[in-house]
């Protein structure tokens, strides 16, 4: 079952413990928006992590719109991948 409800970023739902969003990915990185840059169909959103490392990830015009994002505001990288590469110099 999915919980949606459109609502104005500024309104707060709340739910039951039992309705919490629950994920399967393993590699959830809170931190901090550093960056939004929006571009015509996606926007490119940097996260500053704990230590330094940053994450960026390019998501849809609308989800980014949709989180209400703004610098500062605290977010999560949630990495889900099938396979991860192995490089060196």
Do not use: W
């Not at 970023?9 to 929006?38: D, H, Q, T, Y």
């Amino acid at each position: 079952m999915v919980y949606y409800r459109h609502q104005a970023v500024s309104s707060l739902r709340i739910r039951p413990r039992e309705e919490m969003m629950k994920i399967s990915a393993r590699n959830v990185f809170k931190g901090k928006v550093a960056e939004i840059k929006p571009g015509n169909v996606n926007t490119e959103v940097i996260i500053d992590l704990p230590g330094g490392m940053q994450v960026v990830s390019m998501i849809s015009k609308d989800s980014a719109a949709h989180l209400g994002l703004k610098k500062g505001k605290t977010a999560y990288a949630v990495i889900k991948a099938s396979s991860v590469m192995v490089a060196i110099d």
